[in-house]
T-cell receptor, first 114, second 117 residues
Framework: AQSVAQPEDQVNVAEGNPLTVKCTYS??????LFWYVQYPNRGLQFLLK??????LVKGSYGFEAEFNKSQTSFHLKKPSALVSDSALYFC????????????FGTGTRLTVIP | GAVVSQHPSWVICKSGTSVKIECRSL??????MFWYRQFPKQSLMLMAT?????????EQGVEKDKFLINHASLTLSTLTVTSAHPEDSSFYIC?????????????FGEGSRLTVL
């Protein structure tokens, strides 16, 4: 069975500082991993994905994520946080059962403090 | 990227009435769409998988007679909450898979907030 864990419900970071949002995964097959961001009362927006290839994946809005197979992690990072990055972030893994839906973590609320 | 449009964004209805939410893929064909429910400060809960031209596949615990899903075309899926009650109040989100198949990301609608009085 597939699962993802986001150990932090809330992450606070000062504007301009680097940010990390953590995600660990458990999969029985190839790990197809995704990050999405959700702003209040909005749907989810795709940030980036790891399918294969380079472990460092670059995505939208300056975000990147590092796939670490030995630690089964896929942490989201950004070198310099912006206040506008404040949102809810979801890590997801491809669910290989059924129609190959995505299985989402519980989400991490990022607050960037001016 | 691909665009998924969800309508309405907000709906308020009286208890006992039915509400229909539409999910459209605007610039691509989606043979499969997904419907989620999201409670405050919680993750998305998959309700059902909507397949064009066939019956939806519901997740365990989701009442298929309560949440009617129709996927009549490759660009439109609808979710009808029948005989809505206050406990059905929630944020409902749809998604559709992009053209890249199983390695592709899902594209999400903007969500529909349902409030049942």
């Amino acid at each position: 069975a597939q699962s993802v864990a986001q150990p932090e419900d809330q992450v606070n970071v000062a504007e301009g500082n680097p940010l990390t949002v953590k995600c660990t995964y458990s999969v029985s097959g190839n790990p197809y991993l995704f990050w999405y961001v959700q702003y209040p009362n909005r749907g989810l927006q795709f940030l980036l994905k790891y399918i294969t290839g380079d472990n460092l994946v670059k995505g939208s809005y300056g975000f990147e994520a590092e796939f670490n197979k030995s630690q089964t992690s896929f942490h989201l990072k950004k070198p310099s946080a912006l206040v506008s990055d404040s949102a809810l972030y979801f890590c997801a893994v491809r669910d290989w059962g059924g129609a190959n839906n995505l299985f989402f973590g519980t989400g991490t609320r990022l607050t960037v403090i001016p | 990227g691909a665009v998924v449009s969800q309508h309405p964004s907000w709906v308020i209805c009286k208890s006992g009435t039915s509400v229909k939410i539409e999910c459209r893929s605007l610039d691509f064909q989606a043979t499969t769409m997904f419907w989620y429910r999201q409670f405050p400060k919680q993750s998305l809960m998959l309700m059902a998988t909507s397949n064009e031209g066939s019956k939806a596949t519901y997740e365990q615990g989701v009442e298929k007679d309560k949440f009617l899903i129709n996927h009549a075309s490759l660009t439109l899926s609808t979710l009808t909450v029948t005989s809505a009650h206050p406990e059905d109040s929630s944020f409902y989100i749809c998604s559709a898979r992009g053209l890249a198949g199983i390695t592709g990301e899902l594209f999400f609608g903007e969500g529909s907030r349902l409030t049942v009085l």
